[in-house]
């Protein structure tokens, strides 16, 4: 399929070239400079297509170069002169014949020397109006140098695109939203270059490695470059000699390179001559210095360039140097292991196992899927295929994850072996396979098999992490605290431990507990599964935004965020999930709802639906406060097609995301009662924290009954969340304006938006129903303020702050359901009364409005004409 792609309008720059060719004024044109690809001839040529006169174009071209006047030849037409002084006389009485002209010159530093001096005369005389392109860092003629030192043309430097420019190019072409990570990956190999990231985007849609999912376009492996970018790099490429070309081939491997390594191999004199080429550039790191492509496209082209053979031995050449260097560090481990796999040196299997573990500890799972593999292969027995059934589980090939630790009999294995096989087992069956039944056969196995102390308290903490998530929160914190009152417990147990314990802490209203349990977690993170931080995560700023602690939230969760391949895909969506229960805790609902749209569509090809489960709520309690009924009522239906005991922590949550739905829908009565009914399930649960979010809930939908359940709750949550939702309770349950704009004036100054902005729109209606005219206006004009900053919150609250009418609670919910084309017998059914009732109800609100019938009610809250 044929892509448009467009220009990214660079507002500045094409005005400064409208200024500078336009005929009135006192200039009368630009040269364009800047690194190739940027954009110069594409801006170039729109600025001019839509002038008046004609436009007459020449290219300098390295052919032409030796040639007099070889760039305007094509215009100048045949002459016998050979005198320079009346050959040019010619060119410039041909190229004055047509009138007003605008002549444009591509690669200007790529003129013959009479040719650049004959453009040089024309601007002097300011014969024609002038547009020309200079490739920076190129040798330029001084004629043509001395078009903007003397001021005779205006000078535009023209710099890559920026990522936003770059990304709303490329979202321009793909008719929708990029991942951010993807985002980030074309970005950095791209540069902002205009060219790059048009053959970037293109080949890898050509390969396969972009696709959509979920409405989502993702990258998926290496930017692939297209042969025709390939082609243009080779150019210069093809230029260089046998030594430089071989700085080149030994960096397109092992990128960056320590200096001293690669001189070693390819010579001094042959770096020194690239890095005077620009084709590399090298910075300090530390007390090393490290070599880089200047653009990392350059290897991909080299890459292509190499057969097998010579591919093979120049890696092996690389591993001999790196390991004579010295390894010590997991980014080295990881290095020399890449470079491994397909060199001419014999496998380590040693090395393969280490690197295994760094790429998973570090969230990059294809690379140590392909580590592991290689271990396993070569004879790494259960330690590798432990490692792989765990890349396989986490990249959500849950079948292929068990079926490699399957192939092990648990009755050959000592304690240590069967705690490694058991409870990566008993992870993916019961995170990612969802099977909670035989996740408890293995783990009654090894539980039964091992009594080993520090083993046991691997089991404890699996254990505990298990127990929470089946909703079991008494238990789940008290096997987490075994594991962490022991100072024997090792990273696993103690991992464990501080996602149960943490977790658990939070929604039971412990929130000032789990920063101490984070910070013990992170200390032992590296020596752990990479991805296991983020569950971790959740916990922390899940009990930070649950006691109102914003900011802090904030700063903490921006940690999780730090991606730079494509294979961490599965890390950066789980860290935006962490990053998403913040923005959705301030009210900052389209930036929430983004990131829970990204992060689920990169997890949608994973059977982990345990781990999407948070993300899945929270976006229907987005969609929900934007007024996107459907968004969040379709996104509801799939939350509720995926539970079972292995999410059953998150009944309570998902109980209020039903009533957000309701709410949307106009249905205020089922929306408060859901919440209740959400409240009092937490509160069954021990989930205090949820408890008092779901009655906070009611509360702003309009329920006037629950203040005395929230001060209760202000002795048993931590924060200074729980306190503000009692008194917005006790504001809504009094309808006093006064009482409903200090509690807004109190959420806005904690951070809460969305709340602040509810209690600002039930006070305004306070104040309509009160004929406080000048407080209404007040009240009415924050709350418009606040729901801006959320996104366009479209909440119950706010609807009817927008709309008063003098109907109860029960006639507008029923008129809502009637303008949304329910018949009376399915609003009857919905709200669980008679039809009767329903009839009547529309009676008096028809009376109470002085409308005729039940279609002019429907066109009055549905707010279209009644042709429509």
């Not at 196995?445 to 083993?455: C, E, G, K, M, Y």
């Not at 039809?835 to 809250?861: F, N, P, S, W």
Request: charged share 20%; hydrophobic share 45%.
């Amino acid at each position: 399929m044929a892509r448009t792609w467009p220009l990214i309008e660079r507002d500045l720059e094409f005005r400064t070239i409208q200024a500078a060719l336009d005929s009135e004024t006192a200039d009368l044109g630009v040269v364009l400079t800047g690194d190739p690809g940027v954009g110069k001839t594409t801006l170039a040529r729109y600025a001019t297509g839509s002038m008046p006169g004609q436009v007459r174009w020449v290219a300098g071209t390295e052919s032409a170069r030796s040639i007099p006047l070889g760039a305007f030849a094509h215009l100048v037409g045949p002459t016998t002169a050979t005198d320079p002084v009346t050959f040019m006389s010619a060119a410039r009485e041909s190229l004055l014949a047509g009138g007003d002209t605008v002549i444009g010159v591509d690669d200007a530093h790529l003129l013959d020397e009479l040719s650049a001096t004959l453009l040089h005369q024309l601007a002097i005389d300011r014969a024609v109006r002038i547009i020309a392109t200079v490739r920076s860092g190129e040798t330029v003629p001084d004629a043509v140098t001395s078009l903007w030192k003397d001021r005779h043309l205006v000078r535009i430097v023209l710099s890559p695109f920026s990522k936003t420019q770059s990304l709303e190019l490329i979202e321009s072409v793909l008719g929708g939203r990029l991942e951010g990570l993807s985002a980030d990956v074309i970005w950095d190999a791209s540069g902002g270059n205009a060219l790059f990231l048009h053959h970037l985007v293109e080949g890898a849609l050509e390969s396969g490695a972009l696709r959509q999912v979920r409405g989502v376009w993702q990258l998926r492996g290496r930017a692939a470059v297209t042969s025709e970018l390939a082609s243009l790099l080779e150019g210069r490429i093809e230029q260089l000699d046998d030594d430089a070309l071989s700085v080149l081939k030994l960096l397109t491997f092992c990128e960056p390179l320590d200096l001293d390594v690669l001189c070693e191999l390819a010579g001094e004199a042959a770096v020194d001559d690239a890095e005077a080429r620009g084709l590399i550039r090298v910075a300090r790191d530390g007390q090393h210095f490290d070599v880089h492509y200047t653009h990392p496209l350059f290897g991909d082209v080299i890459r292509r360039r190499l057969g097998i053979a010579s591919a093979r031995r120049l890696r092996g050449r690389l591993v001999t140097a790196l390991l004579a260097d010295g390894v010590t560090t997991a980014s080295e481990r990881i290095r020399l292991a890449e470079l491994s796999l397909d060199s001419d040196q014999s496998l380590d299997v040693e090395l393969f196992r280490a690197a295994a573990h760094d790429a998973i500890a570090l969230a990059n799972l294809p690379l140590g899927e392909r580590f592991a593999e290689a271990a396993l292969t070569g004879g790494g027995g259960l330690a590798a295929a432990d490692l792989l059934a765990r890349a396989l589980l986490w990249q959500g090939r849950a079948e292929d994850s068990d079926a490699v630790l399957t192939a092990f009999d648990p009755a050959t294995l000592d304690q240590l072996q069967l705690v490694q096989w058991g409870l990566t087992r008993v992870g993916n069956l019961f995170w990612s396979m969802g099977d909670s039944d035989r996740a408890d056969e293995v783990l009654e196995l090894v539980s039964s098999r091992v009594d080993h102390p520090a083993l046991l308290l691997v089991v404890e903490g699996m254990s505990s992490a298990c127990a929470l998530f089946e909703g079991r929160l008494e238990e789940g914190l008290r096997r987490a605290q075994v594991v962490l009152d022991s100072p024997s417990a090792s990273p696993w147990a103690v991992e464990w431990a501080c996602f149960s314990g943490g977790l658990a802490r939070a929604l039971s209203g412990r929130g000032d507990e789990v920063a101490a349990l984070a910070e013990r977690g992170q200390a032992v993170e590296s020596k752990t599964d990479g991805l296991l931080r983020f569950p971790t995560g959740f916990g922390e700023i899940l009990g930070l935004t649950l006691t109102g602690g914003f900011d802090v939230a904030q700063q903490r969760a921006g940690r999780y965020l730090a991606f730079s391949t494509a294979g961490q895909f599965l890390g950066w969506a789980l860290a935006n999930i962490v990053m998403g229960t913040v923005d959705l805790a301030r009210g900052r609902l389209r930036e929430s709802a983004a990131r829970y749209e990204q992060s689920l569509a990169a997890l949608d090809t994973t059977a982990g639906a345990a781990w999407g489960f948070p993300a899945q709520i929270g976006l229907v309690q987005s969609y929900a406060a934007l007024g996107k009924a459907d968004a969040a009522q379709r996104v509801l239906t799939d939350a509720r097609g995926r539970t079972g005991r292995y999410v059953a922590v998150f009944d309570p949550q998902l109980e209020l995301a039903a009533a957000w739905v309701a709410a949307s829908q106009g249905v205020t009565g089922e929306a408060t009662a859901r919440a209740r009914l959400a409240a009092d399930s937490a509160s069954v649960a021990g989930q205090f924290a949820v408890e008092a979010e779901a009655l906070h809930a009611a509360a702003r939908f309009g329920d006037d009954t629950v203040t005395a359940r929230l001060s209760d709750l202000m002795g048993r949550v931590d924060g200074v969340l729980v306190g503000a939702y009692a008194r917005h309770a006790a504001a809504v349950a009094s309808g006093d304006g006064a009482f409903l704009d200090r509690s807004a004036t109190e959420f806005e100054e904690l951070g809460a938006i969305a709340s602040a902005a509810d209690a600002s729109a039930q006070a305004a209606s306070a104040h309509s129903g009160a004929g406080e005219r000048a407080a209404l206006a007040t009240s009415s004009a924050r709350a418009n303020r606040l729901a801006a900053m959320c996104g366009g919150l479209r909440t119950p609250a706010m609807v009817a702050a927008a709309n008063p009418l003098p109907l109860t609670a029960r006639e507008r919910e029923i008129g809502t359901l009637v303008a949304a084309g329910l018949s009376n017998r399915s609003i009857a059914e919905r709200l669980t009364v008679s039809v009767r009732t329903v009839e009547g109800h529309i009676y008096r609100a028809c009376t109470k409005l002085d409308l005729t019938d039940r279609a002019d009610l429907a066109t009055l809250l549905s707010g279209r004409s009644r042709e429509t």
